[in-house]
């Protein structure tokens, strides 16, 4: 196995079955729909004009390309729709490095060269980020060939492998043909892919959050700069936008509607599911910078009456956040926020025991009215977890959790 | 009553978006623009002013190009040359932005050593403690704060206008200049060079870089974008207007006393005499000190985001040194390396600088033909390509600039 640069490959020389120069090899082609990484043929520059040159009628690549086909068989190139053109669609662009989570940008694209059956096969290997893409790119056909290899072997590489390379491709139709899912980028912790995200052009971003599925792309735009958040919600349309605000957590969904002009967060709460819309508006009517702003109305609260059994199954059917599970709210029968039990106190506790008297003393709560400055503040006193909001007849009515409150400070920092 | 609000809103909206293309127009008069405007009027009284209104024209069609490109696609220029024309390409521009650039950051330095002379600080002690701060202005993140202080202070620039005012010029004899250029015999060799330098301090390339970055950084979106067009044209005519009440006050008072050449910063703060008589070397070292300090934080900042990115290189001040070195290292020895040729003694620094700008004026061509080749692409810029007129005017700048850059240099060529 050897390897090859696509900028060494690009311009060669290509002969045809007799020996005669008959062109230039032009681009480098796959197709993402059957292979990823193996090359499936080369557009060739001719006299008269560029010719498609499947791979599998190459014999040999060594300086030049020698094909064993005859320049008139071989076919016209025409749209190269369902083509992934690495010069063009590849070279100088940015692509997503999934593994060091950011975006970088392509010098040179490097292939791994194999002998198969007598004919070479030419995969991608990965793309050149660093220094020695960029020197060769710049000093091909300056400095002689060999001259510039042994230059280029002393310069450290920096390849990102094929496989962690996720393409931004920013047409839809495109996007289907070239079977760019962002799966990969999907894996990543949603504070990643922001973060990636963040640093992409606004067209971009747009065809990121167009791809990924709704319930990681809720996570990954709660993560985002306000201002990105905005910008992004903004260039979807209003159906996808309300797909991924359902999945959103409802106090981040309200935060972020509420930024957006009115006709819009009518537009996305109209296109909601019934159940979360009436969540997010309950929430939109809350002043931002009381309690009640800041609260989400996911926490997970009980009877009295209830046991340490009937928390644990109350626990695991459960589809909000962790972080809202780190305290069990008991209630009266009028919704009364009676007592707090901590996550802790429930495991230790021994099978069946009344949650009434794990109950944290004393019981910590703040007005839905209540000051930024004044939560905080309890949350500071007394090592909270969480925090319930009640209102004037001291209903339970949310939950505060330490990432608002960290998030609140960070703004002030 | 609802008439009101409206306007209300309006000025509010527009105060938003103001930014951008008036910060990058105010920045344009910095050391450099008044140094070349004030050598314009000394040493041809008022025969360059017919140069204002094409330029101003140019310089209009040019900022709203970026404006538009930044808005509609989201990425700065020299991240479009990449993407569009390759590794090769942009490593060469890089080079030209670099040594261009360069010589407009020794013109700041030179703004810096003659304002804080007018002041009797010797250059030795003023230009490193300068340095020094405007290093650590962008490093330390204190910019945007530093910012608006530098705008207000921009205001200075006032006194030029009140000067030309009060210089008593021949308003008659100005204004015909304003629209007349001079007869084929006018146009000798120092005649076209100054004309090549008023062009590059006022349309100078490192503003296309830096303007078309600030609009992606601010976020300004395809829909907002038309704000920022009027940002862009205020900005515009209003360091324009200065830079011919500038021109205006160097012809009515030291060309006309046959002062016909700027030696340093004092001899420029001459022509602010009539209107601040012995204020007038207060008022313009200040302004000087302040429009060098503005735009030599701005200048290195700039072109280590531009090249970085044209590069791929990591940029930014919010990383440490060692996550982005090349950066780092651009900005620090463009500072120190422009510092460092303004203190070699006995250099013509007022040459220097207006030679900086005919650089500028030298390099803008190349400049404008990509910009011009990729705003016209339909699949960059959707419906948002260029109207023919703006085609029209950007070319014919292209174009007088490449001409008389050749007749220049032909000129010169053949000892003339």
Redesign the interface.
Known sequence: MSSLALSELLGSTVYDASGAASGRVREVALVPQEDRAKIALLIVKTPSGNRLLPFSAISAINGGVRASTAAGDWVLADGAEGLLLLSRDL????VIDVHGRKV??V?DIDFHQEIVVGRPLLKVGGVD?GARG?IR??LKGVVPAAALRALLHRVPAREIPWEFVDLIETDPARRVKLKISHERLAKLHPADIADIVEEL????REAVFETLDEDVAADALEELEP??QK?VV?SLDSTRAADIVEEMEPDAAADLLADLPEERTAEILVRMEPEERQEVTELLEFRENTAAGRMTTEYIALPVTASTNDAIEALRAFEGRMESMSTIFLTDSRGTLVGAVPLAKIVLAPMASPMLGLAQEPLISTHEDAKEKDFAELFDKYNLLTLPVIDEKNHLMGVITPDDVINMLRAKL | MRFLRRWKIQILLFLAVLGPGFITANVDNDANGILTYSQAGAQFGYLLLWTMIPTTVALVVVQEMCARMGAV???GLSDLI??EY???I??LMMIGILITNFGNVVGEFVGIAGSMGLFGVPKYIAVPICAVIVWLIAVKGQYKSVEKIFLGASFFYITYVLAGLRANPAWIESLKATIKPPTASGWTGPYVYMVIGVVGTTIAPWMQFYLQSSI?EK?V?RRQYNASKLDVIVGCIFTDVVAWFIIVACAATLYAHNVRDIRDAADAAQALRPFAGDWAYLLFALGLFNASLFAASILPLSTAYTVCEG??FESGVERKFSEAPAFYWLYTVLIAAGGAVVMIPGLPLIKIAVFSQVVNGAVLPFVLIFMLLLINKKELMDEYTNTRLFNIIAWATTVVMIGLTLIYVYGQLRGG
């Not at chain 1, 052009?201 to 971009?204: F, G, S, V």
Request: proline share 3%; hydrophobic share 30%; aromatic share 2%.
């Open positions: 070279l100088d662009q940015q970088v940008r010098n980020v960029a790119r710049l052009a606004p067209d971009e201002k990105v910008s903004e | 696609t989201g990425k990449r993407e390759g590794l090769r942009t490593f992606v976020g979106t590069l791929g």
